[in-house]
């Protein structure tokens, strides 16, 4: 469904269901612009768009937390943080921060340290990079290949 077709419809919605199918809309569009924003090295639109998943998963799906929503506000107030959101399930968990490779050992102590300043706990934290993603993977007579495809037709 295209946003002007949800919005044709929103108002015959209860408050709970619009919220929920607002945040699915307006999810699917960030997440395109945030492909395309990766794809021209714009880091900064990019992880605008993570922020403004952060505020439509806490404000129209309910499942962030006060504890994401600190890191999250936190991320904000870091040199070197293009944007930040909850991931996982919900209700607590993890964030994923899109920031400056370059800086990446200063961010991971800011982010400790204002999150332990905060609550008094001391949070696990990782850097990481993107990877090639999901592969498939095929039985052949020698056992599963990756990265194959299998065309069962």
Known sequence: MSRSEWQARESTLPDVERRRSR????????????????????????????????ASLRDDYEVSCRELDLLVDISRTIDGVYGCRMTGGGFGGCVVALIDANRGDDIQAAFRHSYRRATGIDPVTFITRPGTGATA?????????RGERHNPG
């Open 23 to 54: 945040h699915v809309i307006t999810e699917h569009e960030r997440t395109l612009g945030f492909v395309r924003d990766l794809e021209a090295g714009a880091w900064r639109a990019a992880g605008e768009k993570l922020y403004g998943s952060h």
């Open 137 to 145: 993977a095929c039985r052949g007579s020698g056992g599963f290949e």
